[in-house]
Structure formats: C-alpha cells, structure tokens
C-alpha cells in the first residue's frame, strides 16, 4: 500500500498534517489503528478498517469510471457504509455530492443535474420510501453514471460487501492506485476552478432561489476541523456525539472530520432517536456534543454527568437548555460556504460567553459586519451584515459564477445575509437572518422555493411565505395565498399543504395557510413581509 503520509524533517518522524482527506485518515489509521472511529447502531468501524475499506472500494469505484474532479453523489442516511463511500471518493481526489434522502423527486433532480455525477450511491428504502423508485432513478443516472442501490438491514447494509470486495478483482483496476496527492492535484488540470483541489460539494438554500452547491477543498476542510477539535477538546480517548445528518455541514465537518484529525470516537445514528440519544448521554462517555438543540439535550442525564455541547440556536435557547439539561451549552456560527464553521466559543468561556456570544473567529479569519446603509465593513462595537473573509472560504457555488460574484464582494468579503454586531472584545453575536431563510427544525429553507411551488398552483393568484415560531422546530413556515377570481372557496388550506407535500421535502411543506384578498406591499409593489408576520405570527409562538 503506497503510504500519503509526509513526515517532518528532524521531528523524530513525526507526521506533518495531513494535506487531504484520505491522507488524514491514512495518518490516523497508523497511529491509532484500532481505536474506534465511528459508532452507528452498535456497529464501529475503527481507524484501520475505515481505511483499508476506503482504499478498497476506491479500486472498484476507478473501475466505475470515477476520476479527479468527478463528482460522487450519496444518499444515504448515517451509516458505516456512506463514511466508506466519502473516504473512498477522497482517496481518488473525486469531489463528495451528499444530497438529504428528504428530497422529493424535484429536488433531487435538480441536486444530481446540477452536480453531474460520475456514479450515484442511494440508499434503497428510508422512513418506508423506496428512495431510488421515487426519485426515479434507474440502473443509472443521465448517460453514464452508474447508480449503486443498497439496502440496509439490522446488522448493517445488504448488497453491499459484494460491491465492497469485488475491488480487488475489478477488472481494470489497477493493483495500486496512485498516491492521492497526486490525484488531487490532477483537479487543478480541470477545466472548472471551483474543482481544484475540492473534496466536497454541500447543497445549500443560500438566501434566493433554488438551492447550490457550495464547493470546499481538501485544505480549508481539514484546517477547519483541527481548530475546532482543539475548542472542543476532541483527541484521542475522547467521544463525540452528533446526530446531524452527514450531507450537512455540521455531520460531515464538526462531526466526521473533526473526530478523523484528532483520534476521537464519533458516536452517530441513522436518524435522530430522543430514546437513543438519551441512553448514549447516560452511558457517561460522551464527552462532547454537537448538533441542533435536540429534546434528549433539555433533560438531565440518568448518570448525572455533564456533556460540552456545540449548538446552532438562539441565546436565549442556549440558556434555557443549559438550565434545563445541566449540559454546558456552547454557542458557535458557521455556514456551508465558510467550511461549516467561522467562529465558536470555548467550554471553559463563562457563562456569559457561551451564551451571549458565538466566540472570537477561528485563527487567521476575519469576521465584520457591514453597514446596512452605506456598506462599508466595520469591526468591534457595530452592527450590521456579517460579513466573513480568509482561508476558510469556498472555492465557490458550483457553475454558477453569477451567485459565486453575488456572495463575495469588494475586498473578499462574503456576504453571510446575517444581522450581528462585533462585541469590544471581538466576539461574534449572531442576531437574526436578513433575508428570508427560515431555520425549520436545523434545516435552511428558502421562503423564494415555496413560494414558486405556491405559484404553480392554478388557483393561486399569488403567495407570500413567512416563518412563525415553532416550540418544536423553532421556526415554521406558514403561507399567506390570494386565489384567483372565481375560486373562491373551492381552494381549502388542506388542498394547498397536500398540493405543496408532493413538490417539497416535508420540512419546506407550510404548516398553515392564510388566506387573504391582496397582499400588502410599499409603494415599490415589494410584499410588506413584516405586516404579515404582525398579523400572522402573535406573539404567542404559534402561529395565528
């Protein structure tokens, strides 16, 4: 086996970071080799296995076809085998396309046309769904990519060793692979710039339209995750528990890769399960958290110990769960397009920290906020737009350079879409979207989606999307319909959610409809959306 390891001159042979993914796992299967890397529903995979897997269905998926720069789609919820299939694509220098197995056959269509991938990987059946069968995918996607359908069972997923074994024996497979540092610089060679040297493309909502892609490399990903397992603690004998689904940023960085550069254990589960996630608190080996603000986290453990937790959520929220769960929750900020994470605060922070900020920036970036007025970015004691520059960025939204311009501006600056202010100690406080992207449950949603979906429909005049708070899933969104003349009363609330639950991913479906006469708007025809939250969204926290 060609090794990718560097090592340091006069370091005794110690090993330099890793440059790409599959080095780091290369590096961390040599020096911790049966130290647990994953747990998913009892099964482990450690260091060593991970990577012997990896390099083994990398043989068979080059004998599929797939090269440097080309493109791997997963759907899959969190097993074993979609940790297999990201590892063995960073060992061709091929680019990970994750898509959520809650997409509908639209989006899904829209996610796969616009990754373009060399070879598909979906999982068979997912909360009773047949998923390949509802997303209409055959033996194969679009002319040539090959689509490798597995089902998964109690003991892990069948099918699968087949297509895991046969590596080896491939025909046309090499017997060794070239080192994939080589591989990952072949994508340099590629006509696209946003694909050198990239390891992964995240779909995201972004603030308009239809969801992109964000492209990250192997670099800004693995630099991410040594500074953030360093806040959190994360090494060697240490455990980390996420439930965050692994086509996300926050399962795939903060969960994944942050365990993979520092020796720990991610512990994870197919979907969450408040009872299973309770029980792995209980055990008292968990020793970190991270995630959305979860039901098993506002309860105190059975064990009595205190787990650190890294959450997305509001001040207030953080707070609370603190004071429920006895859990030291920790505030952090990130987006897909800044690696999955630009600045968090440090379990031993106070109080007032954890829960009044989201931390100083992670070393070497630079967070400001721009003037809503005038533009101009400002620092310490402003608030504005949260603008974000430096080595963490993007290397862009895949074929769309239009949208890639549009989020980066003068000086570098990428445009989060987010109100904050800089604190006099350069502290990060994330205040609220400015634009319309409801946070329903952990998932981004952009209100522009559903309201071209409400368009579609032929008794909708037109519509306007607001979000309305939520106990359970914090925001939802709630849908505010003119019908056309003449249909009156024949178009129900019931008609239009059963309408929108065949075009979206049931997180996006509006959970109320209102119905109106005209929608109101300024005097530049633009929808006044603050008069309907003032009329539909009381202050009760649900909606009206």
């Not at 005209?518 to 006044?528: G, H």
């Amino acid at each position: 086996m060609t090794s990718d390891l560097a090592t340091v001159p006069g370091a005794g042979g110690r090993a330099a970071p890793a440059d790409d993914v599959f080095a780091a796992l290369r590096q961390a299967a040599e020096e911790w080799p049966l130290r647990e890397f994953v747990r998913e529903s009892g099964r482990v995979l450690t260091y060593a296995e991970a990577c012997e897997r990896a390099e083994q269905l990398a043989r068979r998926m080059w004998d599929w076809g797939v090269r440097p720069a080309d493109r791997v789609a997963v759907a899959m919820e969190n097993c074993l085998e979609w940790v297999e299939v990201a590892l063995a694509t960073a060992r061709l220098g091929a680019v990970l396309a994750p898509l959520s197995t809650r997409l509908v056959a639209r989006e899904a269509a829209h996610h796969l046309q616009l990754c373009d991938p060399a070879l598909v990987v979906v999982q068979r059946e997912v909360r009773g769904v047949d998923l390949p069968a509802s997303w209409g995918l055959g033996t194969q996607f679009g002319d040539l990519a090959p689509v490798l359908v597995l089902q998964p069972t109690t003991t892990g997923i069948s099918g699968w060793e087949e297509h895991r074994e046969a590596g080896g024996e491939a025909e046309g497979a090499p017997s060794a692979l070239p080192r994939t540092a080589e591989l990952v610089k072949r994508t340099t060679e590629h006509p696209e710039p946003e694909l050198h040297g990239a390891a992964v493309m995240i779909g995201t909502s972004g603030t308009t339209g239809l969801p992109k892609c964000a492209v990250l490399g192997h670099d800004s990903l693995l630099r991410t995750a040594r500074h953030v397992a360093e806040a959190q603690g994360l090494g060697p004998g240490r455990t980390l528990l996420s439930v965050s689904p692994y086509f996300h940023a926050s399962g795939y960085l903060h969960g994944l890769l942050t365990c993979l550069v520092s020796g720990s254990t991610l512990i994870t589960m197919r979907r969450y399960d408040h009872h299973e996630t309770a029980a792995e608190f209980a055990t008292g080996t968990v020793t970190a958290y991270h995630g959305a603000l979860v039901s098993a986290l506002l309860e105190p453990t059975a064990s009595g110990g205190t787990v650190d937790a890294w959450c997305a959520g509001s001040h207030w929220q953080l707070k609370d769960a603190e004071r429920r769960g006895q859990h030291r929750t920790c505030g952090i900020y990130g987006l897909t397009e800044t690696s999955g994470c630009t600045s968090l605060v440090s379990a031993t922070d106070s109080v007032e920290i954890r829960h009044g900020s989201n931390g100083l920036p992670l070393p070497g970036i630079e967070i400001g906020v721009a003037d809503l007025d005038d533009g101009a970015v400002r620092g310490a004691g402003h608030r504005g737009e949260i603008v974000v520059r430096g080595w963490n960025m993007m290397r862009g939204y895949f074929r769309n350079a239009a949208a890639t311009r549009a989020a980066i501006g003068p000086g570098g600056w990428f445009h989060t879409g987010d109100l904050g202010e800089i604190r006099v100690d350069g502290r990060l406080v994330w205040i609220c979207r400015l634009k319309d992207v409801l946070r329903v449950g952990g998932e981004n949603v952009t209100v522009e989606e559903i309201e071209q979906v409400l368009a579609g429909h032929p008794a909708v005049q037109e519509a306007a999307v607001i979000g309305c708070p939520d106990t359970r899933l914090d925001e939802v969104p709630v849908a505010v319909v003119v019908v056309v003349d003449g249909h009156g009363s024949a178009l129900t609330e019931s008609d239009v959610i059963e309408y929108c639950r065949h075009r979206l991913a049931n997180f996006k479906v509006p959970r109320q409809v209102r119905f109106v006469d005209e929608l109101p708007r300024t005097p530049t025809a633009k929808i006044r959306k603050t008069e309907l939250h003032q009329l539909f969204s009381p202050a009760s926290g649900q909606p009206g």
